[in-house]
């Protein structure tokens, strides 16, 4: 059974500038910006209410996410669902 929405993930081609506007059309800052090296990308998350949103950027031209974003541009790129029974997995819709 669905729960809530537990984060948005949005791909960007620049991190920093994508996180100026961020910080400023939610007035927020955000959680963490880190690097995720197995997965080849730069992330920072932003807590707005009970989910987050994420923003993240390729760190490597050959990745999935440069992929996906040399493919279809800037956007979303997955939302992630909570679940209340015990032991669920979120599922990634695309």
């Known amino acids: 059974m669905i729960k809530g929405l537990h984060h948005v993930g949005v791909v960007v081609s620049n991190l920093d500038e994508a996180l100026k506007t ?3 059309a939610l007035g927020l800052e955000p959680s ?3 690097e ?3 997965q080849k990308i730069r992330v920072a998350s932003f807590k707005v209410g009970e989910s987050t949103l994420e923003l993240f950027e390729p760190t490597d031209p ?3 996410v440069a992929g996906f974003l040399a493919k279809r541009g800037e956007g979303m790129h997955h939302i992630a669902k909570a679940n209340t029974a015990p032991g ?3 599922k ?3």
Do not use: C, E, I, P
């Open 22 to 24: 961020y910080k400023t």
């Open 32 to 34: 963490y910006v880190k």
């Open 36 to 38: 995720v090296k197995d």
């Open 62 to 64: 050959g990745s999935t």
């Open 88 to 90: 669920a997995r979120n």
């Open 92 to 94: 990634r819709s695309q």
